[in-house]
């Protein structure tokens, strides 16, 4: 699985979290606070959807700024 597909996957679970959401403005750069508008409950909507999804789990503290950086923690956790 690359980073496009990971993108991709991300960009579905993002819209299911935040229907309104323009998936086309959403890149690996987007901010998921100030961009997307996630907050804490949404970001732990976030988590679990990509542990279930990526068959992952996150360890201690979330301190993702970007799609870019979420998907960094996606890849080295797969690898």
């Known amino acids: 699985m690359d980073r496009k597909d990971i993108l991709e996957d991300l960009k579905e679970i993002l819209q299911l979290i935040k229907p309104s959401l323009d998936l086309s403005t959403v890149n690996e ?5 100030s ?10 909507l976030l988590s679990l959807a990509i542990e279930n ?9 979330l301190k993702f700024n970007t799609v870019g950086d979420v998907i960094d923690y996606i890849t080295q956790a797969k690898a």
Do not use: C
């Open 29 to 33: 750069d987007t901010q998921l606070i």
């Open 35 to 44: 961009d997307i508008g996630l907050d804490s409950l949404t970001i732990m």
């Open 53 to 61: 999804k990526f068959k992952i789990k996150f360890e201690g503290a």
